[in-house]
């Protein structure tokens, strides 16, 4: 028998060579059986929003989970929203108070002078449309700042987009009556 010290491996290596058909996969990798060896595999990575379930399968975490850092389990998502006291929460606050105190200013000197012909030559309710249309954008902002919920999101939703809506349709319908005058 050959002492194993005075065998010589290739490439002049020292170590003996380990005999195996495949290495066992780090965390977070599944192992994809080679076709026709059943002891051996190559392993492949979970990605994705996948954790690794088995040795042999990775899984989708649910909608509000994501891996953790090595795969093996899902973790919840992180709420990260924007706080009231941040400076970039501040600023928009400020400047959506003006724009709804500027706003409401014009719409009651809209109904002030209601029967002025200025403001009937305007077009009254048309400006009453494209202020309501303002005065919803300038509301978005504290939802846009608020706790995410079901109800704070779906009022995010609606609200940016009939806000917009409203303000181009007023704006769109007063350009046609000049154009036709």
Avoid at 141 to 155: E, K, N, R, Y
């Amino acid at each position: 028998m050959i002492p194993v010290e005075d065998m010589q491996w290739p490439r002049g290596e020292q170590q003996t060579p380990s005999s195996v058909c495949s290495l066992p996969c780090k965390s977070g990798e599944r192992k994809k059986v080679v076709k026709g060896v059943p002891c051996c595999w190559h392993c492949e990575p979970c990605d994705g929003y996948q954790y690794q379930h088995d040795e042999f399968t990775c899984k989708l975490c649910a909608y509000d989970m994501r891996p953790d850092p090595n795969r093996t389990a899902c973790q919840p998502i992180p709420v990260v929203r924007l706080e009231w006291s941040s400076p970039w929460a501040v600023i928009p606050v400020f400047l959506a108070m003006l724009g709804i105190g500027a706003t409401l200013f014009v719409v009651a000197t809209f109904v002030r002078h209601n029967d002025t012909p200025i403001v009937r030559a305007s077009g009254r309710e048309l400006s009453y449309v494209l202020l309501t249309g303002i005065f919803l954008c300038y509301v978005i902002t504290f939802l846009m700042i608020a706790a995410p919920d079901v109800g704070v999101c779906s009022l995010r939703r609606v609200f940016l987009g009939l806000g917009m809506s409203i303000s181009y349709a007023a704006l769109l319908t007063k350009t046609n009556r000049i154009y036709r005058i």
